[in-house]
């Protein structure tokens, strides 16, 4: 709404003092509750209608005539955009999903003093390994160690009995990991209020 105020510091606009040119606006609004601006149209000669801003500050001519003879105006009362707070929160759910799945790339399952990783493909492959230990115990399978690379790229050798108990604080770390996401998205999500709460929530580090 600044363009025609930008033609006229450049000289496109003729100053208009010295006539008894009428300037008419419509559709006024106030841009913030100071009343220090506000939108409307203006009928310009040459343009026609056109958005502009009325600034109080502002000395250039149109600015100036209008803002003088405000008063003669109905102008419709600044009404603060409300924040889409559904959206904002589904926006905050996608930013909590992300930070869950990198806690998974950050933080470990303790297992005999060395850690071990707990994203996805880790589960998976353990998965595999615990099917075979299962197995070796039960019988079906011929009974062998299992050879695994911990988080600091340590060969570790473990035994079936082994592979099942890292198994298992694997399976609790992600399980810990999640309980702190499901805090974050279903009890801080849903009671807040406001863009602030909102923006502040974050998966905490730990729920005890």
């Given amino acids: 709404m600044d363009d025609i105020e930008n033609l006229e510091q450049d000289g496109m606009l003729e100053n208009s ?6 300037i008419q606006i419509r559709n006024p609004r106030w841009n913030d509750l100071e009343h220090t601006s506000f ?5 310009h000669p040459e343009y026609g209608w056109i958005p502009f801003t009325v600034k109080g500050n502002d000395t250039s001519y149109y600015c100036s005539e209008i803002w003088k003879n405000r008063d003669t105006f109905e102008i419709q009362e600044y009404v603060p955009v409300q924040e889409d707070l559904d959206a904002l929160k ?6 909590l999903r992300t930070e869950r799945d990198k806690l998974r790339q950050i933080e ?9 990783q707990i994203r996805q493909e880790d589960q998976d492959n353990m998965n595999t390994f615990l099917t075979n230990a299962i ?29 099942i108990e890292l198994g298992l604080e694997m399976k609790a770390k992600v399980k810990e990991i999640y309980a702190r996401y499901w805090y974050a998205r279903d009890v801080l999500l849903k009671n807040a209020q406001t863009k602030e709460q909102i923006s502040k929530i974050t998966i905490l580090r730990t729920l005890s």
Avoid at 17 to 22: F, H, L, Q, S
Avoid at 90 to 95: D, I, L, V, W
Avoid at 108 to 116: K, R
Avoid at 142 to 159: G, H, K, W, Y
Wanted: aromatic share 8%.
């Fill in 90 to 95: 589904e926006q905050k759910h996608q930013e």
């Fill in 39 to 43: 939108d409307c149209e203006l009928n």
């Fill in 135 to 163: 197995g070796m115990l039960s019988g079906i399978m011929p009974r062998e160690n299992f050879s695994i690379m911990d988080a600091d790229n340590i060969l570790r050798t473990l035994s079936p009995e082994q592979i």
């Fill in 108 to 116: 470990f399952a303790v297992y005999n003093d060395a850690n071990y």
């Fill in 17 to 22: 003092e010295d006539t008894e040119e009428t």
